[in-house]
């Protein structure tokens, strides 16, 4: 099993230069805040992923990894990081220019590395509890590598939405279809028998043969032509009468302008600032991108740096995608700006059409002119609509304009209509000229829609058939994935709940569901049983608790899917979680993780002692190794050495004459103080505010008097209490709670903290020197750890 | 795990870190072909995937296309 060896920081955040010998061991590392425990952390993560978390995402702007992750007084250049391995002493560098090429048999596990999922930051838990479904999904996604298939669900539903808008368009133009031809033969008209069929019954009235089919329209044209062509102005009246009855079917589809209202209203969320910054990034990635495609060297355009340009190139092709993953409200955009541009394109359709039959007419030069020039602001608008179906808008279409226009061409069309109508009768045409003419006029007109009508049906049939293949790939594709995602959430499930009731034994809150929602793309829900309902876990547990389930949730994750890198490290994750159960943390470290090597960070001395005590309880001592980061400066980084108990670090300092043993001595007894209350179950105060050594001290000696019975046990207590209180310093601490070490000599500093270590050591189980803890179902104070070989134990 | 909270998107999988995705995409290269769904078409998807293009909603279209030209009896 592959164990790190050691690792090797050179140049790197905080660090100048470190060796840090792991020898295959855990590592706890303990660290005042800014003594350089993160640089650590981040040096693995470097190492690994080649990138810093903290420098990614939003509000990291100016924050970058070339210029902020090489130490102060170093230069990019200088930084490596180099991990060795175990078995085979295998040793792996990364620097800025190369990085680490592992051999054979430690590909899979620097594989499962990279991801940089071993590793779990404290912020990072509470994100994730209460982040929304959607981002927890991604969460997840991310350890179980599945985000790729997010992006792929995502491009196959945009394209079966697409395909299905296809449709939906091509059915209306043929219902639009259907709806002109049913206008034309004064009844309705739903096949193109039945439109064949009225036909006949007009041509037949003005004697006509009836036609077999529309392709018969034309040679029935020539026929009629033929019979008049004594008349030397037929093709001007053919052309008019053409131009009458194309002004005479001329409507404006009223539904437009409610369809723009509808549409200005949807599109004001995207105007706001910021869903324009997230525009602006796809504005500028796209300028990138073109950039990048043009310039053929492998040069960053911004830092100058190089680059791949390929990987590059995919990288922004694959970011403007997740980009443009917009909401179902950004859908219905999409969908209502294609409804408006097929409207517009027909009625644009329908002017040019109108346009071009006026153009042999002098008379109605005026008018044409004024429908090119609404045929422009059309186009115009049209761009915009472009640009609104790009949600890349930043105020409201100007719907009005639209609205004046076609009004005006509404006009103009009914105008020119009574103007042609007029010159028609003017020309003098025989009554029977006019029907026959109608009659043609409309078999020729229903025989273009019918062709038109055709087209489409062709069109809808292709549409159709690739919607449905788009949505059964789809569908099929978001089952299969939701199904595994079920799967795999089901197969952590009994490792969260098992951790989390390791945790938590005699919690309320239980039965932790990680779920996948049904009616969700990609979404993950979380839920816990709390006093009988299944609530979110923020409802009624506490910070505390959330951030044991995060740890929980990582965990079995971690467990599931981190197999082949068996590396976990935990930054400074438990602050909130009491003293007891952090004491269970370390039961599921060292039980459920046995075969992983840990390296846990922490700044809290409490916790890191528990962590050292716990290696002895669960016989891993000589599995792990325990390190203090003593003091840290920029020159000469993290100064770290070995664990020294509380005690040791006191008394070496009272060996050396330092009186600021005394303020250790006064943390040393308030940890003790506080452990005592907590264990003996000790009425105290309640503050809402830290507790001091005044608040504690009689709560603590009383509640041990109360319920010590053994009268040798019971004078070894009260003789320590009684030292303790008959040093000066405690005096001080009792009194005013001010310690005033500078005033008293060495040999009282030593006395008063021999007196805090004497009632420690005298409240400590003989065996293994867990804190006695008090049993109230068994009247018992004994010894708490379940692994001690000869716990101490007391009657009360 | 929960670093992706942070980042826009991940970029750390390597093509030959994604059995699980691979795992996924097989399951659902089966169905369709039970489904029966045009072979050209599952071949064509198959190939988007190993390449990485299969996030492209045009590069579907494509195919789509493709295939309802060279099979058009099947696929519905």
């Given at each position: 099993?592959?164990?790190?060896?050691?690792?090797?920081?050179?140049?790197?955040?905080?660090?100048?230069?470190l060796?840090?010998?792991?020898?295959?061991?855990n590592?706890?590392?303990?660290?005042?805040?800014?003594?350089?425990?993160?640089?650590?952390?981040?040096?693995?993560?470097?190492?690994?992923?080649?990138?810093?978390?903290?420098?990614?995402?939003?509000?990291?702007?100016?924050?970058?990894?070339?210029?902020?992750?090489?130490?102060?007084?170093?230069?990019?250049?200088?930084?490596?990081?180099?991990?060795?391995?175990?078995?085979?002493?295998?040793?792996?560098?990364?620097?800025?220019?190369?990085?680490?090429?592992?051999?054979?048999?430690?590909?899979?596990?620097?594989?499962?590395?990279?991801?940089?999922?071993?590793?779990?930051?404290?912020?990072?838990?509470?994100?994730?509890?209460?982040?929304?479904?959607?981002?927890?999904f991604?969460?997840?996604?991310?350890i179980?590598?599945?985000?790729?298939?997010?992006?792929?669900?995502?491009?196959?539903?945009?394209?079966?939405?697409?395909?299905?808008?296809?449709?939906?368009n091509?059915?209306?133009?043929?219902?639009?279809?259907?709806?002109?031809?049913?206008?034309?033969?004064?009844?309705?008209?739903?096949?193109?028998?039945?439109?064949?069929?009225?036909?006949?019954?007009?041509?037949?009235?003005?004697?006509?043969?009836p036609?077999?089919?529309?392709?018969?329209?034309?040679?029935?044209?020539e026929?009629?032509?033929?019979?008049?062509?004594?008349?030397?102005?037929?093709?001007?009246?053919?052309?008019?009468?053409?131009?009458?009855?194309?002004?005479?079917?001329?409507?404006?589809?009223?539904?437009?302008?409610?369809?723009?209202?509808?549409?200005?209203m949807?599109?004001?969320?995207?105007?706001?600032?910021?869903?324009?910054?997230e525009?602006?990034?796809?504005?500028?990635?796209?300028?990138?991108?073109?950039?990048?495609?043009?310039?053929?060297?492998?040069?960053?355009?911004?830092?100058?740096?190089?680059?791949?340009?390929?990987?590059?190139?995919?990288?922004?092709?694959?970011?403007?995608?997740?980009?443009?993953e917009?909401?179902?409200?950004?859908?219905?955009?999409?969908?209502?700006?294609?409804e408006?541009?097929?409207?517009?394109?027909?009625?644009?359709?329908?002017m040019?059409?109108?346009?071009?039959?006026?153009?042999?007419?002098?008379?109605?030069?005026?008018?044409?002119?004024?429908?090119?020039?609404?045929?422009?602001?059309?186009?115009?608008?049209?761009?915009?609509?472009?640009?609104?179906?790009?949600?890349?808008?930043?105020?409201?279409?100007?719907?009005?304009?639209?609205k004046?226009?076609?009004?005006?061409?509404?006009?103009?069309?009914?105008?020119?209509?009574?103007?042609?109508?007029r010159?028609?009768?003017?020309?003098?045409?025989?009554?029977?000229?006019?029907?026959?003419m109608?009659?043609?006029?409309?078999?020729?007109?229903?025989?273009?829609?019918?062709?038109?009508?055709?087209?489409?049906?062709?069109?809808?049939?292709?549409?159709?058939?690739?919607?449905?293949?788009?949505?059964?790939i789809?569908?099929?594709?978001?089952?299969?994935?939701?199904?595994?995602?079920?799967?795999?959430?089901?197969?952590?499930?009994?490792?969260?709940?098992?951790?989390?009731?390791?945790?938590?034994?005699?919690?309320?809150?239980?039965?932790?569901?990680?779920?996948?929602?049904?009616t969700?793309?990609?979404?993950?829900?979380?839920?816990?049983?709390?006093?009988?309902?299944?609530?979110?876990?923020?409802?009624?547990?506490?910070?505390?608790?959330?951030?044991?389930?995060?740890?929980?949730?990582f965990?079995?994750?971690?467990?599931?899917?981190?197999?082949?890198?068996?590396?976990?490290i935990?930054?400074?994750?438990?602050?909130?979680?009491?003293?007891?159960?952090?004491?269970?943390?370390?039961?599921?470290?060292?039980?459920?993780?046995?075969?992983?090597?840990?390296?846990?960070?922490?700044?809290?001395?409490?916790?890191?002692?528990?962590?050292?005590?716990?290696?002895?309880?669960?016989?891993?001592?000589?599995?792990?190794?325990?390190?203090?980061?003593?003091?840290?400066?920029?020159?000469?980084?993290?100064?770290?050495?070995?664990?020294?108990?509380?005690?040791?670090?006191?008394?070496?300092?009272?060996?050396?004459?330092?009186?600021?043993?005394?303020?250790?001595?006064r943390?040393?007894?308030?940890?003790?103080?506080?452990?005592?209350?907590?264990?003996?179950?000790?009425?105290?105060?309640?503050k809402?505010?830290?507790?001091?050594?005044?608040?504690?001290?009689?709560p603590?000696?009383q509640?041990?008097?109360?319920?010590?019975?053994?009268?040798?046990?019971?004078?070894?207590?009260?003789?320590?209490?009684?030292?303790?209180?008959?040093?000066?310093?405690?005096?001080?601490?009792?009194?005013?709670?001010?310690?005033?070490?500078?005033?008293?000599?060495?040999?009282?500093?030593?006395?008063?903290?021999?007196?805090?270590?004497?009632?420690?050591?005298?409240?400590?189980?003989?065996?293994?020197?867990?804190?006695l803890?008090?049993?109230?179902?068994?009247?018992?104070?004994?010894?708490?750890?379940?692994r001690?070989?000869?716990?101490?134990?007391?009657?009360? | 795990?929960?670093?992706?909270?942070?980042?826009?998107?991940?970029?750390?999988?390597?093509?030959?870190?994604?059995?699980?995705q691979?795992?996924?995409?097989?399951?659902?290269?089966?169905?369709?072909?039970?489904?029966?769904?045009?072979?050209?078409?599952?071949e064509?998807?198959?190939?988007?995937?190993?390449?990485?293009?299969?996030?492209?909603?045009?590069?579907?279209?494509?195919?789509?296309?493709?295939?309802c030209?060279?099979?058009?009896?099947?696929?519905?």
């Open positions: 099993m592959t164990r790190i060896k050691a690792i090797s920081i050179h140049a790197f955040r905080g660090t100048p230069d060796e840090l010998t792991f020898d295959g061991k590592l706890i590392l303990r660290g005042e805040n800014g003594t350089g425990k993160s640089s650590i952390v981040e040096a693995f993560e470097f190492f690994f992923t080649g990138k810093l978390l903290m420098f990614e995402g939003e509000g990291t702007q100016s924050l970058s990894l070339n210029r902020h992750a090489p130490h102060k007084n170093f230069s990019q250049d200088d930084v490596s990081i180099k991990v060795s391995f175990d078995p085979g002493n295998i040793t792996l560098e990364r620097t800025f220019k190369s990085e680490p090429k592992p051999p054979a048999p430690l590909r899979r596990y620097f594989k499962a590395a990279q991801r940089g999922t071993f590793i779990l930051r404290r912020s990072q838990i509470l994100k994730f509890i209460v982040s929304i479904p959607a981002e927890r991604r969460a997840i996604g991310s179980i590598g599945i985000e790729q298939l997010d992006n792929v669900e995502l491009a196959m539903k945009r394209a079966y939405e697409e395909l299905e808008q296809n449709v939906i091509d059915q209306k133009r043929i219902s639009d279809i259907f709806s002109k031809i049913s206008e034309h033969l004064g009844k309705n008209i739903t096949d193109i028998e039945q439109a064949l069929a009225a036909v006949n019954e007009k041509i037949r009235e003005v004697n006509f043969a036609l077999k089919s529309f392709d018969e329209v034309n040679k029935l044209n026929q009629f032509l033929k019979s008049f062509k004594e008349s030397t102005n037929i093709e001007q009246i053919m052309k008019l009468n053409e131009a009458i009855e194309q002004l005479e079917q001329f409507s404006v589809d009223e539904e437009i302008m409610k369809l723009l209202i509808d549409l200005n949807k599109l004001k969320p995207f105007m706001e600032e910021s869903i324009r910054r525009l602006f990034l796809g504005d500028f990635l796209t300028k990138g991108q073109q950039i990048v495609e043009r310039d053929e060297r492998s040069i960053c355009p911004l830092c100058g740096q190089e680059i791949d340009r390929q990987a590059l190139l995919e990288q922004i092709k694959s970011r403007l995608q997740t980009l443009s917009l909401s179902t409200e950004a859908t219905e955009v999409r969908q209502l700006v294609s408006i541009e097929s409207k517009l394109s027909s009625l644009e359709e329908s040019e059409e109108i346009y071009k039959r006026l153009e042999p007419f002098e008379q109605l030069t005026r008018i044409r002119v004024k429908f090119e020039k609404t045929l422009k602001v059309l186009d115009k608008f049209k761009e915009k609509l472009k640009l609104a179906k790009e949600l890349r808008i930043e105020k409201e279409l100007p719907i009005d304009e639209i004046q226009n076609i009004m005006t061409v509404d006009k103009l069309v009914k105008s020119s209509s009574v103007k042609c109508k010159m028609f009768k003017e020309i003098g045409v025989p009554s029977d000229w006019k029907r026959k109608d009659a043609i006029n409309v078999a020729t007109t229903v025989g273009t829609l019918v062709t038109e009508l055709s087209d489409i049906e062709k069109s809808l049939v292709i549409n159709e058939k690739q919607r449905d293949i788009a949505k059964k789809y569908e099929t594709f978001s089952e299969t994935k939701k199904a595994k995602v079920a799967e795999i959430y089901e197969s952590i499930k009994g490792d969260v709940n098992t951790f989390y009731s390791t945790l938590h034994p005699s919690d309320p809150h239980k039965n932790i569901e990680v779920n996948v929602m049904p969700r793309r990609a979404s993950t829900k979380l839920t816990i049983e709390s006093f009988g309902s299944v609530e979110d876990p923020r409802a009624y547990t506490s910070e505390g608790h959330l951030d044991s389930l995060g740890l929980c949730i965990l079995a994750f971690v467990k599931t899917f981190n197999k082949e890198c068996n590396f976990i935990l930054d400074d994750v438990v602050t909130t979680i009491d003293s007891q159960h952090r004491d269970l943390i370390c039961k599921v470290l060292f039980e459920h993780f046995k075969d992983y090597q840990l390296f846990i960070t922490t700044h809290d001395a409490i916790w890191y002692e528990q962590l050292c005590r716990a290696q002895q309880a669960y016989g891993i001592s000589g599995n792990c190794k325990n390190l203090e980061i003593v003091r840290w400066t920029l020159e000469t980084g993290p100064i770290i050495e070995p664990y020294k108990t509380r005690w040791q670090r006191i008394e070496s300092k009272i060996n050396s004459g330092d009186k600021l043993a005394a303020v250790e001595g943390r040393y007894l308030e940890w003790l103080l506080k452990n005592i209350c907590e264990a003996m179950q000790a009425r105290t105060v309640f809402t505010t830290g507790y001091t050594v005044a608040d504690l001290f009689t603590a000696k509640r041990l008097m109360e319920l010590i019975k053994d009268p040798v046990f019971k004078q070894q207590i009260t003789e320590r209490f009684q030292e303790l209180e008959s040093t000066t310093l405690m005096g001080n601490l009792l009194s005013h709670d001010n310690l005033e070490a500078e005033n008293v000599s060495i040999n009282e500093v030593r006395r008063f903290c021999v007196a805090i270590h004497e009632l420690h050591k005298a409240l400590t189980c003989n065996c293994c020197g867990t804190l803890r008090y049993y109230k179902d068994i009247k018992r104070i004994r010894c708490p750890n379940g001690c070989a000869q716990p101490t134990e007391i009657s009360c | 795990m929960f670093s992706v909270l942070f980042l826009l998107e991940n970029e750390r999988f390597g093509s030959d870190s994604m059995s699980l691979d795992d996924i995409f097989n399951e659902f290269i089966e169905k369709l072909k039970a489904a029966q769904l045009p072979t050209k078409l599952i064509s998807l198959k190939k988007l995937w190993i390449s990485g293009k299969l996030i492209y909603k045009d590069e579907i279209f494509t195919i789509l296309k493709e295939a030209k060279n099979d058009p009896d099947k696929g519905n």
